[in-house]
């Protein structure tokens, strides 16, 4: 149990806070299955691109924990609380398809020719000037920034309840 409050999520907090600092924008590209902070990250960066083989699910509440990456306030603003309640809390796992159409990634991409159209795509973003691209992310995100790293910690909080709680049930 030592071991365990001295890392206290740190790790954790410190990948999520990096994503709500970073000035520049952050592209991610998905090429498979993504469960987890790899699913709930998503809301803190700026585009996403999938492969159409791609599949997303935070199978949180099966495992005993709650939801983290400040999923619980950027999921619902991005799809709606009835979907992200679907994805958060109830175990769903969805495909590329449905990632775009609830507005969790910008767009898929066939799995036979991802590579070379998601590195187009990454390209084409990297050849807009920089400046002009941190003003609007400041713009559109800077708000938010300090009310998330606040639920960042929040989450983190709950998170070490959630797995005190599974370390104690693993020790009896």
């Given at each position: 149990?030592?071991?365990f409050e001295?890392m206290?999520n740190?790790?954790?907090t ?6 709500i ?15 987890g902070?790899g699913v ?9 691109y ?6 997303f699910?935070?199978p949180?509440?099966k495992i005993?924990?709650?939801?983290e ?11 709606g ?6 994805l958060l ?7 590329a398809?449905?990632?775009?159409e609830?507005g969790?990634?910008?767009g898929?991409?066939?799995s036979?020719?991802f590579e ?19 003003y609007?992310?400041e713009?559109v ?5 300090d009310?998330?790293h606040k ?7 709950k ?9 104690k049930?693993?020790s009896?």
């Open positions: 149990m030592k071991d001295a206290k740190r790790v954790y410190h990948f999520v806070h990096a994503l600092d970073c000035k520049k924008p952050v592209i991610v590209l998905v090429n498979g299955h993504t469960i902070i709930t990250s998503l809301g803190l960066v700026d585009a996403a999938a492969s159409d083989k791609a599949t699910i935070t949180f509440s005993g924990i709650c939801a990456g400040c999923s619980t306030y950027t999921f619902p603003r991005i799809m609380y009835s979907k992200a309640t679907e809390s109830f175990n769903a796992k969805i495909t398809q449905q990632a775009l609830w969790l990634i910008s898929v991409y066939p036979a020719d070379e159209k998601a590195r187009a795509k990454v390209n084409e973003i990297a050849q807009l000037p920089l400046k002009s691209l941190m609007s992310k713009l995100r800077g708000r938010d920034r009310f998330l639920l960042n910690e929040q989450e983190a909080d998170l070490d309840v959630c797995f005190k709680a599974i370390l049930s693993l009896s």
